[in-house]
């Protein structure tokens, strides 16, 4: 069995290299080659021929294909659909903004959490992704787009805390000076409340921006909502929230899709306000995306909601919605060109129509 080789760390390259016999620099000149893409070992140039045929014998290079391209007419965003190695899929997505460019990422084929609203999670859960397959999204997206990427979320498909270890790691390499060298400051990771790995993530205490999907104050709607709400209520969840803002000193951004008349009551932004109390986060609203399998609607109080916690202390801002026409929104990513390609043209033509509306 060969060794994927882009999903090690700089010191694990360097113990291979060590067992090979081989000078320890080398592991820094192999990382830096596969932090720029390359695809093979043969394009390792400044490695001897035959260290080149005795690394391609023992390990191998992910090198994601790409199955479809959409670019939004509206706003630039670049929808991909990759082929990964094992032929199943998953979506990323190139965002434009003044500040600079935003990758939104996925960490597994699928998902399993179920939240109802979500078209990540409708055709079930596959597999996690590996280190690799995750930083190959951010590395093929800015060859391909020829646009340098200065921020990222991982926020596509998949619950990167169900994936821990590899998100971990894939965070490593990612921040690496020798590799893409974005910042923590510079990425986001969102995750529907699981409240263990937070506790673990929270003893990493790293920089970067944690966001947490909540869409309900009270455990009723949050229940029916989100089913991992079941093992966890609102309340655990948010006093595991404070304890990672008291560890870190990182402040939470709260994810809340206002959808009509399930979570946008005046009572649920005056539960929402009681619930940050005492820790300094911020709320992010999102105008429900609507996904064909789904009844839910937007919600109309968008305006009156994000007022309501504005006056009384809460900071709330909304979620600019791009790439709607290429149904690259939130909660609007796949993992299937077998429903992916149809099930687009359903999505958009829904889209359509409620523009129209
Ligand atoms: N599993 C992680 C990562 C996905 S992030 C999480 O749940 O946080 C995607 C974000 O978009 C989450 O906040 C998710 O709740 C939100 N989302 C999902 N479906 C949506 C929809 N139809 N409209 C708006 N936001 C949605």
């Known amino acids: 069995m060969k060794i994927d080789i882009k999903s090690l760390n700089m010191q694990e ?55 479809r391209k959409l670019v939004s007419k509206l706003d630039g965003t670049i929808k991909y659909l990759w082929r990964l190695k094992d032929g199943n899929c998953i979506e990323t997505v190139l965002m434009k903004y003044r500040h600079g460019n935003s990758i939104c990422i996925s960490t597994e084929v699928g998902c399993k959490m179920g939240c109802v609203f979500c078209a990540s999670t409708q055709a079930g ?17 800015q060859l391909d787009s020829g646009e340098p990427i200065s921020n ?19 965070l490593e390499l990612v921040n690496h000076p020798d590799g893409l060298n974005i910042g923590m400051r510079h990425i986001s990771l969102s995750t529907c409340g699981l409240v263990e790995q937070i506790e673990r993530l929270a003893q990493q205490d790293l920089q970067l921006t944690l966001s947490v999907s909540l869409h309900a104050p009270d455990d009723e709607t949050r229940s029916k909502l989100l089913p991992i709400n079941r093992a966890a209520g609102v309340e655990k969840l948010m006093s595991t929230c404070r304890a990672y803002f008291e560890k870190t000193g990182r402040r939470i951004s709260f994810e809340y899709a206002l959808i009509d008349g399930v979570n946008d009551a005046p009572w649920q932004a005056d539960l929402m306000v009681r619930r940050l109390r005492g820790m300094p986060g911020h709320v992010n609203l999102i105008a429900l995306n609507d996904i064909a399998e789904s009844p839910l609607k937007p919600s109309r109080r968008m305006a009156a909601f994000q007022q309501q916690l504005e006056e009384r ?26 429903f992916g390609g149809n099930d687009r043209e359903t999505q958009v033509k829904h889209n359509e129509n409620l523009a129209k509306n």
Not at 51 to 64: C, D, G, K, N, Q
Not at 125 to 136: G, K, M, N, Q
Not at 152 to 170: A, T
């Open 152 to 170: 990222i979320v991982l926020m596509g498909i998949g619950e990167p805390l169900d994936n821990y270890e590899s998100v971990l790691r894939f």
């Open 125 to 141: 859960f596959v597999r996690r992704l590996a280190p690799s397959e995750i930083l190959d999204q951010v590395l093929f997206t």
């Open 313 to 338: 202390g809460v900071t709330a801002t909304v979620r600019r919605r791009l790439g709607l026409d290429i149904a690259a929104a939130c909660g609007q990513l796949r993992r299937s060109t077998l």
């Open 13 to 67: 390259l360097a113990l291979q290299f060590k067992a090979l016999g081989e000078p320890s620099f080398r592991a820094k000149q192999v990382f830096i080659w596969l932090h720029k893409g390359a695809a093979s070992f043969h394009e390792m140039t400044n490695l001897s021929k035959p260290l080149r045929e005795t690394l391609s014998a023992r390990y191998f290079i992910t090198v994601p294909t790409v199955e």
